[in-house]
């Protein structure tokens, strides 16, 4: 009996272990997916504020959205984050900007300004896109944060595609690995969640 329960453990033990691992490389090698397809709009994941002015994250995945934008793969730009503790701006709000001032006609800039985490972006700009017609989204965040953003995307029901930043805040180990672990907690966490959603 003791025999049975103990390679009970160890194959439970090894599952999770080649689960956490097999994630791992996915977050990783997913980061280095950039889709440059033509779609309706991008959407850009939120990030912190500093005062009225984007942080080095947020600012460049505004900068990598005007790229897309400039260059034709988008026709709009779907910014979100609603407001942190003591913030006097939503990130959307701040993030609309700054893109005002690098040329993005207002016209074809929408907000939300509710979303806290990752899902919340998602859906709120999901359902901003419904009433504006906007049927396919091209995800923006940093590289790290992208194959969980797109697997949320498509559960949210999102025709989307990956494009990474390319100019990430996130340059060196010190700063990449704790935003790697990060993400893989969060990851496995979501993955693990699914079947009680």
């Known amino acids: 009996m003791k025999k049975i329960w103990f390679r009970f453990v160890f194959l439970i033990i090894c599952f999770i272990f080649i689960f ?16 440059l397809v033509k779609t309706d709009a991008a959407v850009v994941l939120g990030a912190a504020v500093w005062n009225d002015e984007p942080s080095p994250v947020l600012q460049e995945r505004v900068n990598h959205a005007i790229w897309l934008y400039e260059n034709g793969y988008v026709n709009r730009i779907i910014f979100t984050g609603g407001k942190g503790d003591g913030d006097k701006f939503a990130e959307s709000e701040v993030a609309r900007d700054y893109a005002v001032k690098n040329n993005v006609n207002p016209d074809d800039i929408l907000i939300e300004t509710k979303s806290k985490i990752t899902e ?78």
Do not use: C
Request: without cysteine.
């Open 120 to 197: 919340e972006n998602l859906r709120y700009a999901y359902d901003i896109a419904t009433k504006e017609n906007i049927e396919t989204f091209t995800v923006v965040s940093d590289p790290l944060h992208m194959k969980r953003a797109i697997l949320m995307a498509k559960n949210t029901g999102m025709e989307a595609y990956s494009s990474p930043t390319q100019s990430s805040a996130y340059k060196t180990w010190n700063s990449k690995i704790p935003f790697f672990i990060r993400e893989l907690f969060f990851y496995t966490g979501y993955i693990v969640s699914l079947p009680f959603r």
């Open 20 to 35: 956490i691992a097999y994630s791992a490389f996915s977050i990783w090698s997913f980061g280095q997916k950039v889709q």
